[in-house]
């Protein structure tokens, strides 16, 4: 481990012993403007020659050689307050296309920082292939340099090696989805009209959170491929249009297709939980133009799926390396000094900080910065001096030397919710006081049902990894039936948690915007009816409603098909 040590110290050493200032170039500058300067004949070795590139080096020396952190290739950019507060609002990318939405949340957020009523984040990184990294030009010296390894090397590595964004993300292609999709729906406004193509995405953004994959499942069709597939529907369509019933008359099926020819829809259970998707490839009346940008919002939705699941795991991922790499900067290599040490921990602190109940900055919920890092410090900790109790709780991990390695799985292998369920320990219980509050419908009294001892420690580890888990937090809202061989409607199933129904109008509003989806505006053809039904846990249909409304004689609500 010494000679590990000594490896790594000296390359950062030999790094900077190419400069004039030497090992004391990061206590001498005045800022991270500081111009540095090469010794003679250092000039063709292709080191940084910025203070900024020189911090990046020694930090991804630190990062990679010492704890073998693996990233994407770093890309760092300095922005402008204003310029960040534009990150904020186009979804933290660099390109993006035109959106209302977008404009208003610009007015809304740099408002209230104007009034002091937020402030900004020291930087934004994007989950790119090479990871891009925004940092504010405020920033002090220090402040870079905890920004770039909390983003550039904490972040950048999570993006890397957790297996969701592994699953579900495309690190390298991304940005060039974006810029086809921002050029696509340009060219769509000049040939079809703003106005259409914005109630087009107004209908996407309303659905987006139920535009992607839960589960990973085969390559869908692409782009092209729905395409070529509507062109051959709509040539089908022509030539079995049944002019009377403004219907098509499908061809009897083979006698030896094991089908029947009374069948009337296809499939009583589908279980498509992709909306949008499901949208792209099956409205019957969406042009190909429409199928195409509702297909690529579906798909800049599923980048960012991972990030609702792990913002627990990937904020406290970032914490615990931007303290340990500036600690490392400070008490290992002697890098930083003690004014710089200081205001580090300052605004290390200030993170990590946990609002009481009571108090106006308390969100609900905890604080991922901190609950994240104190459960891998922990974790750490668990490996290199454990107690009887974690030896009973944690027998696999605790006092293995090789605590990295543990961390290292644990980012890998784990969103929120099963990393509080399997890492959560009951001194972090203890140190955040955690208890349960049993807030049950069908009771009259709340109860406090677990508190942070050995009696409640499982109860309260199930417990908060179910509020992590985010089937718990948004409906689930899936496809059932279509019923492509008659009047075309389509029946959607929410199902209930914890008895749990939705609430009336956001009901309506996700009709509103499917109907408008699958009719192709509804205006144009009379639309084709769409249904929403909640069912409880016995599959009991508690409520429906439906766009266009029901008749008044349509049966009450029973069992689902």
């Known amino acids: 481990m010494s000679e590990e040590k000594k490896d790594y110290k000296q390359q950062i050493f030999d790094l900077l012993d190419n400069y004039e200032d030497g090992r004391n170039l990061f206590k001498k500058a005045e800022d991270w403007t500081y111009p540095v300067l ?41 922005i402008t307050a204003d310029q960040m507060l534009d990150a904020y609002t186009s979804v933290g990318m660099p390109v993006s296309y035109n959106h209302w939405s977008f404009g208003k949340a610009r007015a809304l957020q740099g408002d209230a920082y104007k009034k002091g009523q937020m402030g900004l984040a ?5 989950n790119t292939n090479p990871a891009i990294a925004y940092c504010m030009e405020e920033n002090t010296k220090t402040m870079q340099m905890l920004v770039i390894a909390h983003a550039s090397y904490g972040h950048n590595s999570f993006f890397k ?16 989805d974006l810029k086809t999709l921002k050029t696509h729906i340009e060219e769509c406004e000049e040939r079809y009209g703003v106005e259409e193509v914005e109630k087009l995405i107004d209908a996407c953004h309303a659905l987006k959170s139920h535009g992607v994959d839960r589960r990973p499942k085969p390559p869908r069709r692409s782009a092209a491929e729905m395409r070529q597939r509507q062109e051959a529907a709509d040539e089908f369509k022509q030539r079995n249009l049944d002019p009377l019933l403004d219907n098509i008359i499908y061809p009897p099926r083979p006698a030896d297709s094991g089908l029947s020819n009374s069948f009337n829809g296809v499939g009583d259970t589908l279980d498509e939980e992709n909306l949008l998707m ?15 940008i509702v297909a690529r919002i579906s798909h800049v939705e599923q980048y960012f799926y991972p990030q609702r699941q792990t913002q627990l795991t990937n904020e406290g991922w970032a914490t615990f390396w931007h303290h340990t ?37 308390f969100s609900g919920n905890y604080n991922p910065y901190a609950l994240g890092f104190a459960m891998y410090t922990d974790l750490k900790r668990i490996c290199q001096n454990p107690t009887d109790e974690d030896r009973e709780y944690f027998p696999d991990i605790a006092g293995n030397p090789d605590w990295v390695s543990v961390l290292m799985d644990a980012m890998k292998n784990y969103k929120d919710e099963s990393f509080v369920q399997q890492f959560l320990s009951p001194k972090v219980m203890r140190d ?17 049902s677990a508190i942070h001892n050995e009696d409640g420690f499982r109860q309260l580890r199930r417990d908060l990894a179910a509020q992590y888990n985010l089937g718990n937090r948004e409906p689930r809202i899936e496809v059932g039936h279509y019923n492509a061989r008659s009047d ?3 029946i959607l199933y929410h199902t209930m948690h914890n008895r749990r129904p939705l609430e009336e109008r956001n009901m309506q509003e996700v009709l509103k915007h499917f109907y408008q989806l699958w009719s192709g505006g509804g205006d144009k053809t009379g639309g084709h009816r769409v249904i929403l039904h909640s069912i409880d846990e016995n599959r009991n249909i508690v409520k429906s409603l439906a766009c266009p409304a029901m008749p008044k004689d349509t049966p009450k609500p029973g069992m689902r098909p």
């Open 161 to 176: 090696g957790n297996h969701l964004f592994r699953q579900f993300t495309d690190a390298d292609h991304i940005l060039e």
């Open 488 to 490: 075309r409607s389509v």
């Open 325 to 361: 790499i500036l600690n490392d900067l400070y008490h290992d290599v002697g890098l930083i000094d003690e004014g710089m040490w200081m205001e580090f921990t300052h605004s290390h602190t200030s993170v990590i900080a946990q609002p009481n109940f009571d108090s106006p900055y």
């Open 278 to 292: 499901y949208i792209a490839e099956n409205a019957p009346h969406l042009a190909g133009w429409q199928r195409d």
């Open 122 to 126: 020291y930087e934004i990184v994007i």
């Open 38 to 78: 090469l010794k003679p004949g250092a000039e063709d070795k292709g080191l940084p020659e910025s203070w900024l590139g020189l911090a990046d080096e020694v930090i991804r020396i630190i990062a990679h050689e010492k704890y073998g952190l693996d990233t994407y290739r770093n890309k760092i950019e300095i």
């Open 432 to 448: 955040f006081r955690m208890f349960v509050i049993k807030d049950d419908d069908k009771e009259d009294t709340i109860e406090v």
